[in-house]
């Protein structure tokens, strides 16, 4: 039987598709977004290009000769990561693809609290001319930056533009470029106090899992402003509700939520100093052409030689 790769939720005609099929003369390259057709196609696929919640029953009950998944996300919390170590799939993940349009957000979050930015677009929209008490910069500030992976880098790299002082937080605990000090995740309640903004770029593990809660918002400077990026259950989100409510910490911005979309009847809607995006940090105008041709392209080469693919290749222990 030909072997076969699915790619799923990209056009068909996009020139990545011609990509493929010229690296894979032998194989039937399928592009295909109707629902009513992947089912077929994907009891047969040995690899799959895009993961979709939905597609997990035929997986893991149909498929026998899946070999390798490539996310679309970095975040691979919504799959099935025992079942496929279990059956022998390698899972890749879009790590990396993110770090420019997510370090942009984070600063536009920052900037636009420090300057206001939310206070005075409320303000147009009533057309209502004050100053609202505009004080802050965020030059010479110290920024806590939590996760230093691809994303984390790229935003430490510009905090250095701002002349900030950055202190970074990842597993190992060693030290990376733009950072002047690194902490392991034992001493965040260390590192909290010192920070000016924290900024969380975490992946969501059973070790992130609401770490951040009324503890931490705590520990916090009551002018610190909070970032979240990463992924919702990090936060407890009714310690943060209560924490910006208490004046604990001066503001958050959220691009990510313990349920999603947001419920309409969230209190963070209604807050003054909270600023809310639809997960949306990551979204891109170049976003497939890096997931394909930095990411997925060069594990092919590898994949077809019949080694492991090994750009972004997901630790099923660490979940990430």
């Avoid at 963070?268 to 940090?281: F, G, K």
Wanted: net charge negative.
């Amino acid at each position: 039987m030909e072997k076969r790769i699915l790619v799923i939720n990209l056009k068909p005609e996009l020139v990545q598709i011609e990509r493929l099929k010229q690296m894979l003369p032998n194989w039937e390259v399928v592009a295909d977004n109707d629902p009513d057709h992947l089912e077929h196609y994907l009891k047969e696929a040995e690899i799959i290009l895009h993961w979709k919640k939905a597609i997990a029953p035929t997986i893991l009950e149909e498929n026998t000769r899946l070999k390798w998944i490539q996310t679309w996300s970095a975040g691979v919390n919504n799959l099935p990561l025992e079942a496929l170590q279990a059956r022998g799939v390698c899972v890749t993940s879009a790590n990396g693809v993110h770090a420019y349009p997510i370090s942009e957000t984070i600063f536009a979050l920052m900037l636009g609290f420090t300057r206001k930015i939310h206070t005075y677009v409320r303000q147009q929209q009533v057309k209502t001319w004050h100053h609202a008490h505009l004080s802050g910069e965020i030059h010479k500030k110290t920024i806590g930056i939590i996760g230093v992976g691809a994303i984390g880098k790229e935003t430490a790299k510009i905090a250095k533009a701002f002349k900030m002082k950055v202190l970074g937080v990842r597993h190992s605990g060693n030290p990376a470029d733009d950072v002047d000090q690194m902490f392991q995740p034992e001493q965040l309640d260390e590192m909290l106090p010192q920070c000016d903004y924290v900024v969380i770029t975490l992946p969501l593990t059973t070790e992130t899992t609401h770490m951040f809660a009324a503890p931490q918002f705590k520990r916090m400077k009551d002018s610190a402003l909070l970032i979240n990026i990463g992924r919702g259950p990090i936060i407890q989100e009714e310690d943060l509700i209560e924490a910006l409510e208490q004046k604990e910490i001066a503001g958050a911005g959220l691009d990510v939520f313990a349920t999603e979309p947001l419920p309409e009847d969230s209190p963070l809607w209604e807050m003054d100093n909270v600023i809310i995006t639809p997960h949306t940090a990551g979204a891109t105008e170049y976003y497939a052409t890096r997931v394909i041709e930095d990411i997925f392209l060069p594990n092919l080469e590898h994949y077809i030689q019949g080694e492991t693919p090994n750009k972004n290749l997901v630790n099923f222990e660490k979940g990430y």
